[in-house]
T-cell receptor, first 111, second 115 residues
């Protein structure tokens, strides 16, 4: 079993829909990252969080440390949100970039 | 700042050849990471450096892989000899260690194909 599990693997939505991507992990962590990988391959860090909730524009990330679960929400989705969203965890004891990655959720938003 | 710069963007080589991937981190960042992405295994950490010193290389698959960071502005990942199973996208990333808001910045990646 992978230490970081994401669901769903693939997600298709209509423009304007509210989207949720889930991430569960089975190890103790110091932080959780949400990354976005565009069709061209580039990777962008969206959030790093260790508790509570963070918001940036239409994106909201939450984490529940007790339940070892995080969610990434996209409000008012747009075709430009189409990308692969990757959850990754830092097991700590060093740099936050020492990451274990989920397999990613491929999101496609149709106009 | 130009961001994290990787070169080359694409590399096609034959099995047995030496391959060198290069990375220039963001100026002022003191942590540098090498990751590999394949369809089968997704993203994996290979090695990371702090202040030019390798901290954890447990992700390096085997002795054919080596990485160096001779100074704060340059790192290399070398594969010698290369094998077809090394074909993947290799990403370099940098960050500021010690900042609890530590954010990772990724390069554009090097697409490696070993024939």
């Amino acid at each position: 079993k992978n230490e970081v599990e994401q669901s769903p693997q693939n997600l298709t939505a209509q423009e304007g829909e509210f989207i949720t991507i889930n991430c569960s992990y089975s190890v103790g962590i110091s932080a959780l990252h949400w990354l976005q990988q565009h069709p061209g391959g580039g990777i962008v860090s969206l959030f790093m969080l260790s508790s509570g909730k963070k918001k940036h524009g239409r994106l909201i990330a939450t984490i529940n440390i007790q339940e070892k679960h995080s969610s990434l929400h996209i409000t008012a989705s747009h075709p430009r949100d189409s990308a692969v969203y990757i959850c990754a965890v830092s097991k700590g004891g060093g740099s936050q970039g020492n990451l274990i990655f989920g397999k990613g959720t491929k999101l496609s938003v149709k106009p | 700042d130009a961001g994290v710069i990787q070169s080359p963007r694409h590399e096609v080589t034959e099995m047995g050849q030496e391959v060198t991937l290069r990375c220039k981190p963001i100026s002022g960042h003191n942590s540098l990471f090498w990751y590999r992405q394949t369809m089968m295994r997704g993203l994996e950490l290979l090695i990371y450096f702090n202040n030019n010193v390798p901290i954890d290389d447990s992700g390096m698959p085997e002795d054919r892989f080596s990485a160096k960071m001779p100074n704060a502005s340059f790192s290399t990942l070398k594969i010698q000899p290369s094998e077809p199973r090394d074909s993947a996208v290799y990403f370099c990333a940098s960050s500021e260690w010690g900042d609890r808001g530590e954010k990772l910045f990724f390069g554009s990646g090097t697409q490696l194909s070993v024939l």
